[in-house]
Structures are given as C-alpha cells and as structure tokens.
C-alpha cells in the first residue's frame, strides 16, 4: 500500500560536529521515528549526505499546517521522547537552522510512499540513491514551475532521472517558532535510483545532452537568483523513502 496525503514537508539539512553523524542516526532511527509520528507527523526519510560527511538530511511531513504547530508542540514541548533524547542528539549539532517549508508544486507531485518502513532493528543500507535539487526561482514560481514542467522534467525522464516528487515554498507563516525556516523562494525536486551508478550515469547523460548544455540549462541560469544546489544522499536503514 501507498500513501500520499502529507502535503506540507519539511527538508531540514543538520551541519553536525565531525564524526558524531552516525551517532545522530543510530539514536533517531531507534528513538525519533516512531515518537515524532505518534503526535501526527510522516517521517519520509533520513539521510547521509555523500557530498558532505558532517550532513545529516531528513524529510518530515504534516497534513496541514495548524496540525503541524500541534504536533510540534506535542513532541518538542510535551512529548516525554524529546526531552529524554535531546541532550545525545544535540551533543552532535552544530546548525539545525538550515530547513525549508514547502508543499507540492502541483497536485499530482507529491511523495508516494510505501506504508511500512524497516523495522526499528534494520541495520542493512539500501543500495539506493536519493538526488536532491534545490532552485532558487528569482521571479514568480507559478512561471518557473511551468519552466520545469516543460523544459526541464522531460530532459530529466530522457537522462533517467524521472522526478518522484517536487515542491515549492510554502509561504504560509511557520506555526512553531522554536523552528526557524529559511524565508526565501525554492523549488526542490527528487529523483531515485536503484544505486549510485545509476546517479552516475544520469549525471554523465545530461551533461552529454546538447539540448541540456546549450539551451535548457542556459535558460534554467537565468531564471535563479543564485546557482542550485543539489544533494547526493544514500538513505538510513530505517528510511520510508528509498
């Protein structure tokens, strides 16, 4: 079975002291699953970032934005998991600041997601591989979404890298202060693949890709404020997305 019925998400990317990020994921995995979604939340996935060794990524969803406030308050304010855990899990921090609140682009793009994870004594990592795109839209979204849905997605799909979710900002105020988000326009879309080699060989397609190098990726340039980022993550054992 599927769901998809979480359409505000969280990307938070955690910056974390050298060498505590498996740490960090051994206490979530085990602790932070299942007591985040008892108060009404989707943890969609976690994350090691192979580009940056003190990255730790994950993605959270809610069914709205009043039952996020709700729930975030149950599990960092009331929820008895949190306040026993919180010590370990910040002893690894260095920045939690960098996140991004947003909901899908159109109504057919959010996740689709199995309903059963690993269970909580999976240990083995998926082969599977995770690309992140993160754009930074300069004027109106509804017109660079257009540019994506026309221009950009079907290059993806024809270079193997068909996107299985993307969103956009959210502007709506943040209903729990104790967590900052970024307050600038994104578009992020995510890709899959059975493995690092298949990343790989999207990669090395769309920089082959003509069309990629002389028109769409010119174009794409110049509709941003700033050059995209892009995240290469291998999944935990225990993430719903992999």
Known sequence: MTEN?????????????????DVLIELFDRELVETQEA??????????DENAPDRFVWLR???????????????????????EHAPAARATMVDTTNALLLRPSTTTSNFTLPTERPGAAATELPRSRVLATVYYPE????EFAEFFEY???????ETGAAPIAYFQTDPTPNTFAGLPVREETVFVWFALFEDSAALEAHLDALSRSRT????VRP?????????????????TARSLLS
């Open 5 to 21: 019925l979480w359409p505000v998400v969280e990307l938070r990317q955690y910056t974390l002291h050298p060498g505590t990020r």
């Open 39 to 48: 108060v009404g939340m989707r943890i969609i996935a976690q994350f090691r």
């Open 61 to 83: 969803a809610f069914h709205d934005m009043p039952s996020r406030g709700a729930a975030l308050t149950a599990f960092y304010i009331d929820g008895a998991a949190w306040r």
């Open 139 to 142: 004027g109106p979204l509804a």
């Open 151 to 157: 221009r950009v997605r079907p290059l993806l799909v």
């Open 212 to 215: 990629w190098t002389e028109e």
């Open 219 to 235: 174009e794409l340039s110049e509709l941003q404020s700033r050059r995209e980022d892009q995240l290469r993550l291998a999944p």
